[in-house]
């Protein structure tokens, strides 16, 4: 027989039911209601990623399209150490791949015990090593892509590109000066996944494309460029000179057809170059350029009718200016010469002469004319300015001293735009690299910039009919090429000490000219720092001239204009 | 009328004919009457039979458009991957050809060869051609 059970505790039993219910009935109204959104974003977390989609940097190419600079996805080795199995295992692991790393098995080894869960055995790697690895299945080992800046010419054109870092920013050259622009807008997409991380196709989905970068073309020529290279590093090999530099422009419109420094340093491997090596000396670094400013100095005067070619003056050998007696190299005298005479002979003291004709307040008027003392506005980072000190700060002597570019500072390409303005008629042009940029809206090609016009066309034309003779008959004669006219002048300076004074014995040998003299295709400036030939390194820079001019003539396929 | 009993009823003609006319009418009145289905209920049923089936039906075509779009985007994501990957070795063989093309490259390989470089290129000058003609 049953015990009945008593009202009261049917009630109590009820009662707790009743509020159990209602508990949990305020409890689901809860979740259902006010923390809905807490619950909803908690569930959709689990499910959702959100991802930044890079954008594709923009790609480099020289003037006739040739690649120079561009992002390719490597893959990047990782491994998770516990999947790769027991101490022998990760033994064996790290003997196959240690030949394909071109590293020690130790090293493989070492990394696959540290202890970590996930690790990376090497980044990006090269196609083909990842693909031997792949080969290998090792359990446990994996690849994720990584965008990497790829320069299939090597150190070609190093200190025109500049290189991209690890986290993606430009630094030097074209890298850092475009990097905003090169490096685009990265996109972001927000999607759901599944339980094996595949996209839901059914589901929330929001994507923003990303923008890529701007791809440019540069003035560069690739065939051009290698030849300024090869022939710089021939002649620094044979100077075993501190640095050197090349700059070819075409003085039709500014635009750089080469322009080379060295030392230099490979773009893709950075971390191994030499800190000195990123100076790109073409653009960012300053020197005397001793007797390739007469040129300037007397186109000045000529423009200014205080002498003509065939002004004379009686060479002694020396010149007092100021109090101070300046002379020619080697104390040489010349006796009677003409003004195209002081640049056949590269005479100081003809110089000298030319500039007090002239005046202080003009021939610093025409330096800042020509683009001295100031950034030529090149589309390059790190542009240095020069020197060109205010004429209130000359003393008497200096005008003597600038007319054969001592107590003056400027950069190869400084100097290479001046010589552009006597080769194209007298205009100065802005020196770019960029000659067009293509985006999603187009391309936009680099117009030509006319900052100015220093001197008359019929002056430009007087000059180059000097420095051909300065080719042809004078000191120049080293930088001849044959069956083209070439107009040129040579250029050796002393360098300037801490204290003030010139260093004795070490100089800085340079040549700025340019061909076809009568129809001038481009302008080359060649600066060769301390050459172990000291006075005479200017004949090797004369060569490099001469070797560079018969490169970019052929390659150019400009015609020949003398028999 | 229950739907249930809607469905086992058979259909009855109004029709007096069908009756024989020797029945007692004693079984009549003791037989247990059954309720005969109305056109009405044989209408609802079919339509509430025929809206279940379409209910059924279009939950079927939803299912199989979402198995199909869902089938469809995991192929679509596979694709993708195999774009990107074929757009990547694309770029690393627009990176070798680059390498191949290099002047230095060609240079160096001319060497080995023993090639040398020509010191001039003879020119045919073509004004002097053109003026005696």
């Known amino acids: 027989m049953t015990e009945a059970v008593s009202p009261r505790r049917l009630r109590g039993l009820f009662v707790a039911f009743a509020c159990a219910t209602l508990l949990l009935s305020l409890r689901v109204g809860y979740w259902q209601t006010i923390g809905r959104g807490d619950l909803l974003e908690g569930a959709t977390d689990q499910v959702r990623s959100d991802l930044v989609l890079s954008a594709q940097r923009g790609v480099v190419r020289d003037r006739n399209g040739a690649l120079l600079a561009t992002t390719v996805p490597l893959r990047s080795l990782y491994a998770i150490p516990k999947r790769v ?59 994720e892509t990584e965008p990497k800046r790829l320069y299939p010419n090597d150190a070609l054109g190093a200190h025109v590109l500049g290189f991209v870092n690890d986290d993606g920013v430009g630094q030097y050259g074209l890298e850092g000066q475009y990097d905003a622009m090169l490096r685009g807008m990265p996109g972001r997409l927000v999607v759901e996944r599944d339980p094996r991380d595949r996209e839901l196709a059914i589901g929330l989905r929001t994507a923003v494309s990303p923008v890529n970068g701007t791809d440019l073309t540069l003035t560069l020529d690739v065939v051009i460029q290698t030849s300024v290279e090869r022939w710089l590093k021939d002649a620094m090999d044979k100077e075993k000179a501190t640095s050197g530099s090349v700059v070819v422009l075409d003085p039709r419109d500014g635009a750089v057809l080469a322009l080379a420094s060295y030392p230099t340093y490979d773009p893709s491997a950075v971390a191994k170059a030499d800190p000195q090596a990123l100076m790109d000396r073409a653009v960012s670094w300053t020197y005397e350029p001793g007797s390739t400013m007469k040129a300037i100095t007397i186109a000045a005067a000529i423009d200014q009718h205080a002498v003509t070619p065939n002004t004379t003056y009686v060479d002694k050998g020396c010149a007092v200016i100021g109090g101070r007696t300046l002379c020619n190299a080697l104390g040489r005298s010349y006796g009677t010469s003409t003004v195209t005479q002081i640049l056949e002979h ?51 002597v200096d005008l003597g001293t600038i007319a054969f570019g001592q107590g003056i500072a400027v950069s190869p ?9 006597l080769a194209n008629g007298g205009t100065l042009y802005r020196p770019y ?25 019929e002056t430009a034309a007087t000059l180059r009919t000097m420095l051909i003779s300065t080719v042809d008959n004078g000191i120049a004669n080293g930088a001849t090429v044959p069956h083209f006219s070439v107009a040129g002048k040579t250029g050796t300076a002393q360098i300037p ?17 340019f061909a076809p003299a009568n129809d001038p295709r481009f302008v080359v400036v060649i600066v060769l720092e301390r050459p172990q030939s000291k006075l005479l390194g200017t004949l090797t820079a004369m060569s490099t001239f001469r070797n560079i001019a018969q490169d970019a003539l052929r390659s150019m396929r400009v015609q020949p204009d003398r028999p | ?86 757009r990547r070795q694309n770029a690393l063989l627009e990176v070798e050809n680059a390498r191949l ?3 230095a490259r060609i240079d160096t390989e001319a060497r080995k060869l023993g090639l040398v470089r020509v010191a001039t290129i003879p020119v045919v000058q073509l004004a002097p051609i053109t003026a005696k003609r």
């Open chain 1, 433 to 457: 690299v960029v000659a067009a940029q293509r985006d999603a809206d187009g391309e936009h090609r680099t117009a030509p910039v006319a900052v100015g016009r220093p001197v008359s066309a």
């Open chain 2, 1 to 86: 009328m229950t739907l249930s009993q809607a469905v086992r009823t058979a259909p009855v003609r109004r029709t007096a004919n069908l009756r024989p006319r020797h029945a007692p009418r004693v079984q009549r009145a003791a037989a247990r009457p059954r309720p005969r289905p109305t056109t009405w209920e044989l209408r609802t049923f079919i339509a509430v039979s025929g809206a279940i089936a379409c209910v059924f039906v279009l939950a079927i075509l939803y299912l199989v458009q979402s198995t199909t779009i869902s089938t469809l985007g995991y192929e679509a994501q596979r694709l993708e991957r195999v774009r990107d990957e074929l």
């Open chain 1, 346 to 396: 590269s005479a100081n003291a003809g110089a000298v002469f030319v500039a007090s004709k002239l005046g202080s307040e003009q021939l610093h008027s025409y330096l800042g004319s020509f683009g001295f003392g100031r950034k030529t506005g090149i589309d390059l980072a790190a542009e240095a300015a020069g020197e060109v000190r205010p004429l209130a700060e000359w003393y008497p």
């Open chain 1, 497 to 513: 000490s801490d204290d003030g004074r010139y260093i004795d014995d070490a100089y800085i040998s340079s040549f700025a000219g």
């Open chain 1, 85 to 143: 199995g027991d101490d022998a295992a990760r033994a064996n692991a790290a003997a196959k791949l240690a030949p394909i790393l071109g590293t020690t098995s130790d090293a493989v080894a070492a990394a696959l015990n540290s202890g970590s869960e996930w690790l990376y055995l090497r980044r990006r790697l090269p196609e083909d090593s990842a693909r031997a690895i792949d080969a290998l299945a090792i359990p446990g080992l994996g690849f």
């Open chain 2, 101 to 103: 093309d290099s002047p």
């Open chain 1, 413 to 421: 390409l400084q100097l290479a735009s001046a010589y552009a303005v």
